[in-house]
């Protein structure tokens, strides 16, 4: 099937486009803006020229609870470096849970469909028993408290404690190792640690007391250990040593009323960590307003999302949409926690939750939808999808084939959104949009606020060609600073070495002169044959069509001095990749692409590493095919795979051998 990029696969409907958050504000803002604003793009023009008085309004329609209101909305305007609303004071918490209902604020299922369901003033209690006992336990303001943990009631209860508080938050998903988990937790220093007893994947269960152990060894710095069992399964087992169970923690506090403190707005809400892949993993350290105002504006004027909406995405808490996923809870909606394999025990399971949960925002990752594409998955036919009204795609770019699969097979009148952004801005740069059409392949728009473009190399803007994705002024979601930084080297090295006073992201992006964009993958894993740059997203996206093949991971690689494609294929049988489907597999590319993409070696390979939020590690296999170690397997959420591309390499670099 030939599926071409840029078709219309969906437009909004008058009724539901008069009646959107992002209408609504649009109208605001031609009223302060004194101008018609005429078009997305002229709203979006304004809201970066004018991105104080865009910050200032927003923060009114969105009604976010200050403590102490900001005299101004920047100070400082170099970047990096800019101080929003300075002076000013907020409580993340706060905002998040000013819903007083017996709604249901979240539900938890687990992979053997353990369910719960905590309404919003029950959360808000819990939080705020959380948050006294974190005070029992002189946990101040400023103080590092780490998770090993699952995505899970407590994990959220105890995020939202610490934040009310001024503790700073950081997490790892228990299918972090050991290693990788002390590499991230361990440098923070943190007082309190909550872990999980056991977690469950694809069928299996876990112990995760071991690794808990070896991060306690590790960092010295740890106080208390609160053990929170899988699943809110308590019982009268004793935790190990000294650790104290979690509803012994939450009895602690003297049963005193909790009332929120304002805390600055750029006061530290909790601390990312980069993959990993290329050494030891970046502290990227998050403000709790900053955080709060990007994701109520991604949510409400990008999303649309409302009160009466179920949002699930799958997601571990050791990626940054589950951090995205938490501050849904400002809107009032519900919130849909799955910790497990979302193909597990087939491969539709998520959309068979997304049924029973009346799920109306469905969030996954590229990888998923794939998946179910390429095995002809069908979910309309087998679940009650008709409420579902966007489903929300990141991780990865969605092929222009995962586009027509949801519409064909999930629902007409869904409005398909690709994202992408990254753990860099714990949010996304272009993303979805409720009053624009929706182009197969395409990501709809920029975010508003941001100045976002293609630079060259040269450090010139391009559009309808591909460049580096950058963002050329100060949005307030760039991190606070690096963790151990003191004086910044590090984070301007990553953000601001390559082009001055430019945040430059590291995607490899093409916009279009509508502003919608294609994204194609790490600009830093760019193949450039006879010194032409390409996105390695064009050769996965011209392969999407032949059912035989799984997945596909290209690298270039410099032999006799010139950089080469190595192409890496999974296929979906049991047959070899042989003479003749090479090349029905250079056929398609030159068809879709050009001569330049097509790859010169193939290789027929078990797997792909990823990294735990799905990207593809394609630096890793560039590194092992030069020679080079890969620096933090542990990193990846299947490393066990790098053995097969070392045996390659191996034989490869014997001068008797070839690939």
Not at 361 to 373: D, L
Not at 442 to 459: K, P, T, W, Y
Not at 555 to 567: R, Y
Request: charged share 20%; with cysteine.
């Amino acid at each position: 099937m030939n599926i071409s990029r840029g078709e219309i696969i969906w437009e909004p409907d008058p009724k539901s486009a008069r009646n959107c958050f992002l209408r609504e504000f649009w109208d605001e803002a031609i009223k302060q803006a004194s101008t018609p604003l005429a078009s997305y793009q002229d709203l979006h023009r304004w809201s970066v020229e004018r991105d104080e008085d865009f910050w200032e309004l927003f923060c009114k329609f969105a009604d976010i609870k200050f403590h102490s209101h900001p005299s101004e909305t920047r100070g400082s305007q170099k970047m990096p470096g800019t101080e929003w609303f300075p002076n000013s004071s907020l409580n993340y918490t706060e905002n998040l849970l000013r819903t007083k209902s017996h709604k249901a604020a979240i539900i938890e299922i687990t992979e053997d469909r353990n369910r719960r369901t905590v309404s919003y003033n029950t959360l808000s209690q819990s939080v705020a028993r959380f948050a006294q006992a974190l005070e029992h336990y002189e946990i101040r303001k400023g103080d590092h408290v780490a998770g090993y943990v699952t995505n899970s009631l407590e994990t959220i209860i105890a995020f939202l404690g610490c934040a009310a508080v001024g503790a700073i938050w950081s997490s790892c998903s228990p299918d972090f190792g050991s290693r990788a988990a002390i590499d991230r937790l361990g440098q923070l220093n943190p007082k309190l640690l909550i872990v999980t007893n056991k977690y469950q994947y694809k069928g299996k269960t876990y112990d995760c007391i071991p690794v808990a152990k070896a991060i306690c060894s590790a960092a010295t710095s740890i106080q208390t250990v609160v053990l929170a069992r899988y699943g809110g399964t308590y019982s009268d087992d004793l935790p190990p040593n000294d650790w104290i169970a979690w509803e012994k923690f939450l009895d602690c506090n003297n049963g005193s009323s909790f009332s929120y403190s304002g805390l600055p707005f750029a006061h530290p809400l909790y601390v990312l960590f980069s993959s990993g892949t290329t050494g030891t993993p970046k502290g990227i350290v998050h403000s709790a307003g900053g955080s709060l105002i990007q994701h109520r504006k991604e949510h409400m004027l990008h999303v649309d999302l409302t009160p009466e909406d179920v949002l699930v995405y799958y997601t571990t808490c050791g990626w940054m949409m589950w951090n995205w996923l938490v501050s849904a809870l400002a809107s009032g909606c519900t919130i849909v926690l799955y910790d497990g394999s979302p193909a597990y025990p087939t491969l539709d399971s998520a959309w068979e939750i997304a049924a029973q949960e009346s799920v109306t925002i469905f969030g996954t990752s590229a990888p998923y939808i794939e998946a179910c594409m390429r095995n002809n998955l069908n979910p309309n036919q087998t679940h009650s999808l008709s409420q579902v009204k966007s489903v929300l795609s990141t991780g990865s770019p969605l092929s222009s084939g995962g586009f027509h699969w949801i519409k064909n097979s999930v629902g007409t009148q869904i409005r398909t959104s690709s994202i992408s952004g990254g753990t860099d801005i714990v949010s996304c740069f272009v993303l979805g949009n409720p009053l624009l059409p929706v182009r197969a392949g395409e990501i709809q728009c920029i975010g508003l606020g941001m100045d976002v473009a293609a630079f060259n190399e040269h450090g010139k803007e391009v559009t309808g060609e591909k460049g580096e994705l950058v963002c050329k002024n100060h949005i307030p979601c760039m991190p606070i600073s690096f963790w151990d930084d003191p004086n910044n080297e590090k984070y301007i090295a990553a953000y601001y070495s390559k082009f001055p006073g430019v945040w430059h992201h590291g995607d490899f992006v093409e916009f279009m002169t509508d502003g919608s964009s294609v994204i194609y993958g790490r600009s830093d894993s760019t193949l450039k044959p006879g010194g032409v740059r390409i996105g390695t997203a064009e050769i996965y996206r011209s392969l999407e069509a032949i059912d035989w093949i799984k997945d596909t991971l290209a690298v270039g690689h410099i032999k006799a001095g010139t950089e080469i494609i190595v192409l890496f294929v999974v296929t979906s049988d049991s047959r070899d990749v042989d003479d003749s489907r090479e090349k029905v597999i250079r056929d398609t590319i030159r068809q879709h692409t050009t001569p330049r993409h097509i790859p010169q070696i193939i290789k027929q390979v078990l797997d792909v590493p990823r990294t735990r939020s799905g990207k593809l590690a394609e630096i890793a296999i560039r590194r092992i095919l030069s020679g080079l170690e890969v620096p933090n397997r542990n990193a990846l959420a299947n490393p066990e795979c790098l053995d097969q591309y070392i045996t390659i390499s191996n034989i490869w670099r014997d001068p008797n051998e070839s690939l």
